[in-house]
């Protein structure tokens, strides 16, 4: 039995975040932020948004394109760094949401590689035939953990959602899954505020993420460069075999150097990080949706998703659409 992506959905908030906008919030320019991430707009979650609302839009659009109901959902995996409250967790937010009951529902914290290893985690189930479509979703309002006065960071992040059903077809499919991560780079992207560290001794600027940019740039390259390599060494495929890269959408200096690894010209990559920014776990989803939706990605398509985030954690899906 493998599992194969039956349906994608994704979710923007209304509210658009420009360049120009942050130029009269932090000290930095629309060129600045376009020549170094890419980045021109972000979206920023409304008030009465939660990563569980943008993660039911997301949801629901997803189950619709698969041509199932909630109803058929029996496992549901939701990947974020910025869930609701401490608990319940987000995925049981979202189950109650979307009026199902009984399946198992949990989060997974993997930061910006958070939905690919919920998908390597769901597509398990699936191959032991504990789960037939399995809704996997990343999620996020980073708005919520971002200082929006250090310039350093405030400029990089977005929110938003995005999802997929996994079903089980006799057909590959997911074909292979790799994760990795290496506490050692814990300090280079955290936020350092938590739960069992106390609350009340939280400083505010602690509850906010904090990055040494440029070192998290340098591993990422070469990290995403190795996690290519080590995917296509497991399948015995050439570089040429891959029709589609999926990238986690952190910065598009990091994209083009991965795409440059697999020899891959940019019209081959889909590329959001220019109007979503980076949303962390929602991003790699929400690509997919954006390229599935606009026809560029076809049933048969081998694609390659790959993600790199805080932890540090990285970890790539090669899959035929
Ligand atoms: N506007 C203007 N100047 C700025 C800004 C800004 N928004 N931010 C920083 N600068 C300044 C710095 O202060 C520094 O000035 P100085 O030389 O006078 O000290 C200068 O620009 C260069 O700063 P660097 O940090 O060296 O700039 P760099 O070229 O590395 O770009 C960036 C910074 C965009 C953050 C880059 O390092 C990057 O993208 N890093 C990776 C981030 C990432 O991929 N994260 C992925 C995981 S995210 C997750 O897991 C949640």
């Not at 972000?42 to 008030?47: E, K, L, P, Q």
């Not at 190795?226 to 910065?251: C, F, G, M, S, Y």
Request: proline share 3%.
């Amino acid at each position: 039995m493998y599992a194969r992506i039956t349906g994608t959905g994704g979710y923007l908030p209304e509210k658009v975040l420009t360049n120009k906008e942050l130029e009269k919030m932090v000290d930095t320019t629309d060129d600045w932020i376009v020549s170094r991430t890419g980045i021109r707009e972000r979206h920023i979650a409304a008030d009465n948004e939660t990563t569980s609302s943008l993660a039911e839009a997301a949801a629901r659009e997803a189950i619709a394109a698969a041509n199932l109901t909630p109803a058929d959902i029996d496992l549901i995996i939701v990947a974020t760094t910025t869930p609701d409250q401490v608990f319940p967790s987000t995925a049981c937010l979202l189950q109650d949401r979307l009026d199902i009951h009984g399946c198992p529902a949990f989060d997974v914290q993997a930061v910006c590689t958070g939905f690919v290893y919920a998908m390597a985690i769901a597509e398990k189930f699936i191959r032991t035939e504990t789960a037939r479509h399995a809704l996997v979703v990343g999620a996020e309002t980073l708005s919520r953990i971002t200082d929006w006065s250090d310039r350093g960071t405030c400029v990089l992040f977005g929110d938003g959602a995005g999802a997929i059903v996994l079903s089980a077809s006799d057909e590959p499919g997911i074909i292979s899954t790799h994760l990795h991560a290496d506490g050692k780079f814990k300090d280079l992207l955290k936020v350092p505020a938590g739960i069992s560290q106390g609350y009340d001794k939280v400083r505010k600027s602690e509850a906010f993420m904090h990055m040494k940019g440029s070192d998290v740039f340098k591993v990422a390259v070469n990290t995403l460069g190795r996690i290519v390599d080590e995917t296509l060494e497991a399948n015995k495929l050439q570089k040429t075999d891959i029709q589609w890269l999926v990238p986690h959408q952190a910065n598009t200096r990091i994209i083009l150097a991965t795409a440059k690894k697999l020899g891959m010209s940019m019209d081959q990559v889909v590329v959001t990080v220019d109007k979503h920014g980076n949303t962390s776990a929602a991003s790699v989803p929400l690509a997919l949706d954006v390229a599935v939706r606009d026809g560029r990605i076809q049933r048969g398509d081998k694609i390659l998703l790959e993600a790199f985030g805080g932890g540090f954690t990285w970890g790539a899906v090669l899959a035929n659409y």
